[in-house]
């Protein structure tokens, strides 16, 4: 029977974490089981950064950007060592079971735990990147995407008073996914995303299309992944004659309170993470597809990721963008 978990927040923080960190030790207390948090990722877990949570710890924050639990990288990980002395800081503990919240780096963290040291470790998807096979969405996706929604409005203002062309860098680390749909949902004028070969002629030739049919404006969403957008500017330039402005939206995309969306899907994970564990289950992630609660081996999150993306949304934005 479990009766000790920890719970921890890796990798870049996204919206929603602490919904999700509020959801596990809730529903873990709830069952009579101590709950630890550990703070600053698996670097707090290294350093023996690891605290005894109560109610009052988790009061107040389901609407909270950030992670209470602070978040960290830690390179070292992948080293076996380090994971050896970090895990002998759960084991003298008596904790046997971790929910382990973040993307797929993470996870992989987390697998390597179940494997060489047998904690059961349950990972959570939370990441504004949406770059995680097994589930549709991982938290803080909703609330980023939002975000980029929002700053399209506030640019296309400017661009159409100025007749502007603006190219605006959105994060999603290698995957495109907060480039495409912001870009459908936004109306932008072109998206760039790292899963397709991307075309500076074809952007050139949309700009002058929509200038063409009287358009005064054109917003372009790059995703970061496809490189250098300062270079995406220059070559731009050099094909069409309308004034080119970078925006790098950056951080914001990572603050402020996760929407309904958000805490909803990080509330059904916390949950369903704790009742794995309690079912003497590791080695699992946790997700949310087709509007199902499903479960997958951690590896299922990097092996599958290419599995994604959906080429017809693709080609959707393309053809709205004219
Ligand atoms: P994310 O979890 O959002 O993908 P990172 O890729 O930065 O973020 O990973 C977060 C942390 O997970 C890393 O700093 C490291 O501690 C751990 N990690 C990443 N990759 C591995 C790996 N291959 N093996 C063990 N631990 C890893
Ligand atoms: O993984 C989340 C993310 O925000 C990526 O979109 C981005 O590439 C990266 O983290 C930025 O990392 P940092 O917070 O270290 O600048």
Redesign the pocket.
Known sequence: MMRRIAVLT???DSQGMNTAVRAVAKTAMTKGIDVFGIKR???GMLEDQIFEMSPLSVSGIADQGGTILLS???????DPAV?AVAADNLKKRGIDGLVVI????????AH?LYEEHGIKTIGIPG?I?N?VAGTDYTIGYDTALNIILDAISRIKDTAISHERTYLLEVMGRNCGDLALYSAIAGGASGVLIPEVENSIDDIAEVIKYRRSEGKLYDIIVVAEGVGNVMEIQKELAKKVDTSIRVTILGHVQRGGAPTAFDRILATRLGVKAVELLVEGKGGLMVGLQSEKVTTHPLSYAWENYHTKTSFNDYAIANMLSL
Do not use: I
């Open positions: 890796s990798g870049g990722g698996y670097k960290a990288r830690l390179p070292e990980f992948k994971r973040g993307g797929d780096g993470s996870f992989h963290g390597y990441t990147d770059d």
